[in-house]
């Protein structure tokens, strides 16, 4: 199983990360969080590294229902999106895919959710093509 969905885009970097948080919004989600991890390479092992950052993206509602049938699955919230660079004007746009996050855990309530999770996130890769 895939752990991942994920497309290309070709612009500038802060855009697609815009463009990202849009397609995301639409379904649903808020990114909670962002890392930087050039940034934070460069400041904490002093690395260069391509630009790559990390969203944390955040479905209120179905943060909810996992939560409800599995309290600890907050350990593997929120559902990360990534955008890396993969070469002169051009990143690749990758989400989780919760259904194989959703493997580790042996809870049968937890799937129908997961897949619709999944869907959501799918979709947004899917109209960024």
């Not at 995301?24 to 989600?29: A, H, M, V």
């Not at 990758?94 to 194989?100: G, L």
């Not at 996050?101 to 959710?113: D, F, G, R, T, V």
């Amino acid at each position: 199983m895939n752990y991942t969905y994920s497309t290309k885009l070709k612009g500038d970097f802060e855009e697609v990360i815009e463009r990202v948080t849009a397609e995301l919004k639409t379904e649903g989600f808020g990114v909670l969080t962002q890392i930087d991890i050039t940034k934070t390479l460069k400041e904490k092992i002093d690395v260069d590294f391509k630009k790559y950052r990390i969203l944390g993206a955040c479905n209120p509602h179905f943060a909810y229902k996992a939560l409800s049938v599995e309290e600890t699955i907050g350990v593997m919230l929120p559902c990360n999106v990534i955008v890396v660079e993969a070469g002169e004007g051009e990143y690749e746009v990758s989400a989780v895919s919760p259904m194989a996050s959703m493997q580790a855990i042996e809870n049968e309530k937890l799937e129908p959710i997961a897949h619709e999770v999944e869907e959501k996130l799918k979709s947004v890769i899917n109209r960024l093509k």
